[in-house]
């Protein structure tokens, strides 16, 4: 089945830096790739995804680019501020259209 | 759009006793709605899925006869914890998922599940 890589586990930036969140997934057959922030006690809340014939896709501050061959995609986040903070999760797609999430990164934006 | 309520929000039982969650779609008809259940600071840990009118189907490790599904309409899961026990003790999310983006997937609010 998928397996899905997620890293760094915790990220500390300063406001106004950016912040790079990483993932690897396994299934080569896997074709939606979306990431989810989810905050304290909350519904995961959808805030970009992409699919596999896309390399990159931009919305505001953030972006998420996917690179196929070598089976991981990213998740930049510009210009942070305080209430980006909370714990992201990318995911992948699977056999069923079922998906498998990465470990999380809990996202801390100094003020 | 894709909105998922999810009840009740949270609830406190006694072990031994069933609990009854509620996840429906509010705006869309969803074909499929999957059961997650997330530990603290964890990751979402899929249950089950379920299609309108069929069975749910099952992850490796999850007890079908103690997480019951049901899945009866296109806007309306079920998901009961049946005899639990504190190790039951989660939050528990579904998602819901509609035929138009047949992809994306939209979360309920969860339920924190508190079992004494």
């Known amino acids: 089945g998928e397996n899905v890589e997620q890293h760094p586990s915790t990220l500390s930036v300063q406001e106004g830096d950016s912040a790079v969140i990483k993932c690897t997934y396994s299934d080569s057959a896997s074709n939606y790739f979306p990431w989810y922030k989810q905050e304290l006690g909350k519904r995961p809340q959808l805030i970009i995804d992409i699919r596999s014939n896309v390399g990159e896709k931009k919305d505001q501050r953030i972006a998420v680019t996917l690179n196929k061959t070598a089976k991981h995609f990213s998740l930049h986040i510009t210009e942070t501020q305080p209430e980006d903070s909370a714990v992201y999760f990318c995911?992948?797609?699977?056999?069923?259209?079922?998906?498998?999430f990465g470990g999380g990164t809990r996202l801390m934006v100094k003020p | 759009g894709a909105v998922v309520s999810q009840h009740p929000s949270w609830v406190i039982c006694k072990s031994g006793t069933s609990v009854k969650i509620e996840c429906r779609s509010l705006d869309f008809q969803a074909t499929t709605m999957f059961w997650y259940r997330q530990f603290p600071k964890q990751s979402l840990m899929l249950m089950a899925t379920s299609n309108e009118g069929s069975k749910a189907t099952y992850e490796q490790g999850v007890e079908k006869d103690k997480f019951l599904i049901n899945h009866a309409s296109l806007t309306l899961s079920t998901l009961t914890v049946t005899s639990a026990h504190p190790e039951d003790s989660s939050f528990y999310i579904c998602?819901?998922?509609?035929?138009?983006?047949?992809?994306?997937?939209?979360f309920g609010p969860g339920t924190r599940l508190t079992v004494l």
């Open positions: 998602s819901a998922r509609g035929h138009i983006s047949t992809d994306t997937q939209y």
């Open positions: 995911a992948a797609d699977n056999a069923g259209n079922m998906l498998t």
